[in-house]
């Protein structure tokens, strides 16, 4: 825009005032004129552009523009003088100037067209809208951080959480794009909340990545910063180089990767400090608007949520996986059912039992496929089902003696539990796990038949029976047990251990070495033991114990206890019996002794009378022939000597002395002869009867026989040495054994010889009376001392010496007065003789 | 010896020759009766067999052939004859039982006395003379009972 010339004063007053008024308006008024020349400017052009007045007019208009402005003024220019279309006239255009020192700026233009005499004006006001632009993209940038925020917030809610690291490092790099930053990154507090780890970071090009090389920062080296985060602030250092000496680990950290400012922001969740995130400037010193770091913060706060997300989900995936791994390791079948019964879930171990897969049992009615019918084959009314009242009293149902159905229609025990799942509070169905107990079944019923057996075995045994732990308590006991001990079984029921103890020890005679060995056997676990308990009612038990073993550890001690009272008093009965049966015995081998002796004799007498019967013939036979020999020898002189006194036999002979002697002495011979004859033929008989061989059987004899004939065969012990001196009286004859009672003569008849040491007399009286009859045999001999008159007619008793007599002989005869009831008595008296007197019944 | 027709024979047996020779001396001498001894009662036999005899003594013991034994088959031989047996003491029982048994006339005791020995002997040999009477006799009566038959047949047939 241009003046017009004035010549006139007139004029020049009123182009004076128009100047005046042009400067005062807050606006920049240019007029140029058909060839873009300037040719008014007023103050504020100069204001705005720098230029003055003068340098300004009769310029072109296209000095106040950029370059890429002029062109298309041109254009447009000459476009309108030319159509007279107006594009910019009229309204206001936002365009930019050119100052004077170079700068371009933002102006608002309004442009008008004026005629001035023929020349065609064109005025602009033009505004310096720079402060306002500023402003306008301030405000403008606000927003579109607000939409990166909002669109990296988006991000993350919608990012998968393996996805989220990237994401972190995506919104690293837009923020840091967009604060126009070199570095940003993340680092986490590690879980003990000791270090921090470098885990995500972003650089601008040309930067170096960093946190690849760093180690874990241990929060302690770093208090300055890490009190600031703890207090959920963030460290704004504009200048490194200006970080007071506290912070120097920091300052060396920052300045180790030529970081001039940097801004550090916490990342806390709930309150808990997770980390920080930071954003570096390297290549120059960075003031940062508050608008940024408004914006950092907020990414610390996305960033630890997504973080947290990250973390929970991850926690969560885990959970799951291990939910998974679970249910498929599981050695119980385990499967979900949802209100309608069918089957929401099921584990491989679940389908295994069952025999099918876990496909077939997914969406399947779970009482229908396995619990339909019970274990006796009656059908089992889903109604009833515990599983499904699990839904209905939301109570665990644990059930153990059921079975469960295979697809193959065969059956298996099972315990199960069936579980109500709960959701809000609302029961939404169950989890069932089972397990096949047919072998826990079968376990059990060994343990079952293995305690009945115990537990008959404890009540049928006659031991009183305790099983006692290790510390010893009662764990089992048998009835005898208690019997013997007379405990109620109230008390032991009661447990009371005390009471009990009490109750033992005040039945014993010493309590006090009881509990002794208790408590040394119950220290000494593995012994065995064996103790008498002696009552104070007199009871004695026998009380054995031994280690109860589980897997060669003694975890227990088994006490069995015997009443052996009975037993006892047997042996003390046995002892007094066994005495009594040695006095027996000792009696019963005299009798035995004696009766032997009797036997022996017996038999001696047998081979005797054998021997005698023999010798008796044998004699008899020559005796026989000497004895008629003899007696021929006698009719033979008699008949010669008859013969002598025939006549024809002459004188001399007849008469001769020589044949009167020999007769005289072969008739004296012959008589002699026949006389000794007659008594062998006298003893040879005696002999005989006396060993009766003969009559061994009982038989009614005279007694005087017996006597004479024994008599005869004791001769040759009395002959010229002891007179026997006879009374006999008249006796009846006596039933009994002849020879026995012959030796009963016998024996006392040589004793009372033997007792007459040099010469004597024997008296032999017989006599009766109604009852018996009575032999009486009385020497003169030196008697019997009164100590050896009590054991003469015991066996074995001699006085005689050894090799003299046998010591039988009294004892016999003692034997045979009692075989035959009667009786043998004996009187003596030292040096004056001894008197027997043998007893006999007369019937 | 007077005839030994009309003399009576007794046949003594035993093994010992002392008891032989006491006997038949008593008997040679004492008695009219005529001994014959044997020590062995195989010999013993034969002779009876052989000879006429009327009275048989025997010991019971011998060694080759008891008394009993012996005297069983003399009477077998000579039913007729009286048999006595010598017996010892201790064979008194068993000596009676065969008395029964054998049917022997009577037993002698050693040792014996020769009085009881010729009593005994005596009557065995008056027994053994009257049987031998009745036996002629009934013989006699046999034969006139024959004859009176023949002659009552000779009768009859006469009448005939």
């Keep these: ?843 | 010896m007077t005839d030994a027709v009309d003399t009576p024979t007794v046949v003594i047996l035993d093994d010992e020759e002392l008891v032989v020779t006491s006997l038949q001396t008593f008997l040679d001498l004492e008695t009219p009766y005529h001994t014959v001894t044997f020590t062995s009662a195989k010999l013993a036999l034969q002779h009876i067999r052989d000879h006429d005899i009327d009275l048989v003594i025997s010991d019971y013991l011998m060694p080759e052939m008891d008394g009993i034994t012996f005297l069983s088959q003399v009477r077998e031989l000579k039913p007729d004859v009286p048999r006595i047996i010598l017996t010892g003491y201790a064979d008194k029982e068993n000596a009676i039982k065969a008395i029964n048994q054998v049917g022997l006339f009577q037993y002698i005791e050693k040792p014996w006395e020769n009085e009881d020995l010729r009593v005994i002997v005596r009557n065995g040999l008056e027994k053994m003379q009257l049987l031998k009477k009745l036996q002629v006799k009934i013989n006699e009566i046999t034969l006139a009972h024959a004859e009176l038959q023949t002659l009552n047949q000779e009768i009859v047939r006469a009448f005939a």
Excluded at chain 1, 193 to 220: M, R
Excluded at chain 1, 576 to 596: D, F, G, H, I, P
Excluded at chain 1, 634 to 656: A, G, N, T, W, Y
Excluded at chain 1, 717 to 740: A, S
Aim: net charge negative; glycine share 6%.
């Design chain 1, 1 to 843: 825009m241009g003046m017009m010339p004035n010549d006139t004063n007139t004029s020049n007053d009123a182009a004076a005032l128009f100047h005046a008024a042009l400067d005062t308006v807050g606006e920049g008024i240019i007029t140029i004129d058909s060839t873009s020349t300037i040719v008014v400017v007023n103050q504020e052009v100069q204001n705005i552009w720098g230029y003055t007045r003068d340098e300004l007019i009769g310029q072109s208009i296209q000095l106040l523009m950029p370059e890429k402005f002029r062109e298309r003024h041109a254009a447009g220019f000459k476009r309108y003088t030319e159509t007279g279309v107006p594009h910019v006239m009229g309204t206001r255009i936002e365009l930019e100037g050119l100052r004077k020192n170079g700068a371009v700026f933002p102006l608002e233009i309004r442009m008008a067209e004026t005629t001035v005499g023929d020349r065609l004006l064109f005025t602009a006001a033009v505004r310096d809208v720079t402060d306002r632009k500023l402003v306008e993209a301030a405000l403008e940038r606000r927003h579109y951080i607000e939409d990166q925020i909002a669109s990296i917030s988006t991000k993350f809610i919608n990012l998968p959480s393996n996805e989220i690291d990237t994401g972190i490092i995506d919104a690293l790099c837009t923020i840091g794009q967009l604060t126009n930053v070199d570095r940003s990154w993340v680092a986490l507090l590690t879980e003990d909340k000791q270090y921090l780890n470098f885990t995500h970071e972003w650089c601008a090009e040309g930067i170096a990545l960093t946190h690849s090389n760093l180690q874990p920062i241990a929060v302690d080296t770093t208090p300055w910063a890490m009190e600031q985060f703890r207090r959920n602030e963030t460290v704004y250092i504009p200048r490194v180089a200006d970080l007071p000496p506290e912070a120097k680990i920091e300052k060396e950290n920052f300045q180790t990767y030529e970081v001039q400012s940097a801004i550090m922001v916490p990342i806390v969740y709930r309150r808990s400090l997770m980390g920080i995130v930071s954003f570096d400037s390297v290549r120059l010193e960075k003031i940062w608007t508050t608008d940024d770091m408004a914006l950092l913060r907020i990414t610390g706060e996305i960033f630890a949520n997504a973080l947290e997300r990250k973390e929970t989900e991850e926690a969560i995936e885990c959970l799951m996986h291990r939910n998974e791994l679970i249910l498929r390791s599981a050695g119980e079948g385990i499967y979900g059912v949802d209100l309608q019964g069918n089957m929401t879930f099921a584990n491989p171990e679940a389908a295994r039992l069952i025999g099918c897969s876990v496909e077939e049992l997914i969406g399947k009615p779970q009482h229908a496929i396995l619990h339909h019918t019970r274990s006796d084959g009656t059908p089992y009314p889903p109604e009833d089902c515990p599983i499904y009242k699990a839904f209905r009293d939301g109570a665990v149902h644990r059930i153990e003696d059921e079975v469960f159905w295979r697809k193959d229609e065969t059956s298996f025990p099972v315990a199960y539990t069936s579980t109500p799942i709960r959701q809000d509070g609302e029961i939404v169905g169950a989890v069932v796990t089972f397990k096949d107990i047919t072998e826990r079944k079968r376990e059990q019923e060994i343990l079952e038949n293995s305690i009945s057996l115990l537990s008959a075995t404890l009540d049928s045994t006659n031991d009183g029976i305790l099983v006692a732990n290790r510390e010893g308590r009662v764990v089992n006991f048998n009835q005898v047990f208690l019997d013997m001990w007379g405990i109620s079984t109230t008390v032991e029921a009661s447990q009371d251990h005390t009471q009990l103890m009490t109750q033992v020890l005040d039945q014993l005679l010493d309590p006090e070495h009881f509990s002794r060995r208790l408590k040394e056997i119950y220290s000494n676990p593995d012994t065995e033991s064996c103790d008498v308990i002696e009552f104070k009612d007199g009871r004695v038990f026998e009380r054995y114990s031994r280690s109860q073993r589980i897997g060669g550890k003694s975890v227990g001690r088994v006490w069995s206890l015997r009443d052996v009272t009975a037993r006892k008093h047997a042996e003390e009965f046995a002892q007094q019996s066994y005495n009594e049966l040695e006095q027996k015995v000792e009696e019963r081998t005299r009798e035995l002794r004696q009766k032997q002796a009797q036997l022996v004799q017996a038999e001696k007498m047998a081979s005797l009378g054998q021997l005698v019967a023999g010798v008796a013939h044998e004699i008899n036979t020559p005796l026989g022939a000497l004895k008629s020999n003899i007696d021929i020898f006698i009719r033979s002189v008699h008949k010669i000597k008859d013969l002598m006194f025939d006549p024809k036999v002459p004188q001399e002979l007849r008469e001769s002395p020589e044949v009167t002697k020999r007769f005289a002495s072969i008739e004296t011979l012959n008589a002699h002869n026949q006389t000794a004859i007659d008594r062998i033929v006298k003893i040879v008989n005696s002999l005989r009867k006396f060993a009766r061989l003969d009559e061994a059987e009982l038989d009614e004899v005279d007694i005087h026989e017996g006597l004479e004939n024994t008599l005869i065969l004791v001769q040759h012990e009395l002959k010229n040495r002891v007179d026997v001196v006879k009374d006999y009286g008249k006796l009846p004859f006596i039933k009994c054994y002849p020879n026995q009672l012959n030796q009963v003569f016998m024996n006392v008849l040589v004793n009372a010889s033997h007792a007459i040491e040099h010469e004597g007399k024997i008296f032999i009286r017989t006599h009766h009376n109604q009852e018996c009859a009575m032999v009486e045999i009385r020497d003169t001999g030196k008697g019997i001392s009164q100590k050896d008159l009590q054991r003469i007619f015991d066996p074995g008793y001699t006085t005689k010496g050894f090799g003299v007599g046998t010591g039988l002989g009294l004892s016999i005869v003692y034997q045979i007065m009692k075989d035959h009831k009667g009786k043998i008595e004996v009187e003596s008296e030292l040096g004056q003789g001894t008197t027997f007197r043998i007893i006999l019944p007369i019937s």
